[in-house]
């Protein structure tokens, strides 16, 4: 079966690790959040200029003040400091944040990334995912494996206009999670019952599948 939003945003949240500075970008990612490990201390990095952004909040503790790059409303942690957005991404192209969680329209084997345009279709844009993409290490694609019609998003080359070119590592789809090196996909787990043949059928590039691959585990 599929992993759904929540369920996505939680395997990925196992990438989180104690002290690292982690930025969210818009969608899935920002659900990260409601999962870090109890105990671990992390700090999220919003580029609209916040540096300890918590849960998104209940009606109890909702702020409209406060908000995220999304413009979602989210809370704040103990310590958390607010800045200009010029600041927030002198810390992003500085190579400062330890994490970076975007989501995609498509990657490919080659590690590029396309997340900001589909042409005809009104998006959001660019946003700081340019900036990210070129100022982070460690990145981790989060996404749908395949779209509402069932057209593989994990592509020998990607077709629509780049975010990034081979910044890319690191995949996880509602399907599976995918390490990208050697000009290929390679096939690490796969979302609980969902079977490799399906994930096989649903991947359009190369994808290099090991003997055993365990489930992912919750």
Excluded at 108 to 134: R, T, Y
Excluded at 184 to 191: G, I, M, Q, Y
Excluded at 203 to 216: C, I, N, S, W
């Amino acid at each position: 079966m599929a992993l759904s939003r929540e369920q996505l945003a939680q395997r990925v949240a196992q990438e989180l690790q104690d002290g690292y500075y982690v930025n969210l970008g818009i969608g899935i990612p920002t659900l990260v959040a409601n999962y870090i490990p109890e105990g671990m201390e992390v700090m999220l990095q919003s580029e609209n200029g916040l540096l300890g952004m918590g849960e998104f909040p209940t009606e109890e503790t909702l702020d409209p003040d406060l908000i995220n790059a999304g413009k979602q409303t989210v809370t704040a942690v103990t310590g958390a400091s607010f800045f200009s957005s010029a600041e927030s991404f002198a810390m992003i192209r500085g190579g400062h944040v330890d994490l970076t969680v975007l989501g995609a329209f498509e990657v490919d084997v080659q590690g590029n990334i396309a997340s900001w345009m589909i042409p005809g279709k009104l998006i959001k844009g660019m946003g700081g995912a340019m900036d990210l993409v070129a100022g982070a290490d460690n990145i981790i694609v989060t996404m749908m494996h395949a779209d509402k019609k069932g057209n593989s998003k994990i592509l020998p080359q990607c077709t629509l206009p780049l975010t990034g070119a081979g910044c890319i590592k690191k995949v996880v789809t509602d399907l599976a999670y995918l390490e990208i090196k050697e000009g290929a996909f390679h096939l690490v787990e796969r979302a609980p019952g969902v079977s490799v043949e399906e994930i096989i059928a649903k991947t359009e590039a190369q994808l290099v599948v090991p003997d055993h691959v365990p489930e992912m585990a919750f």
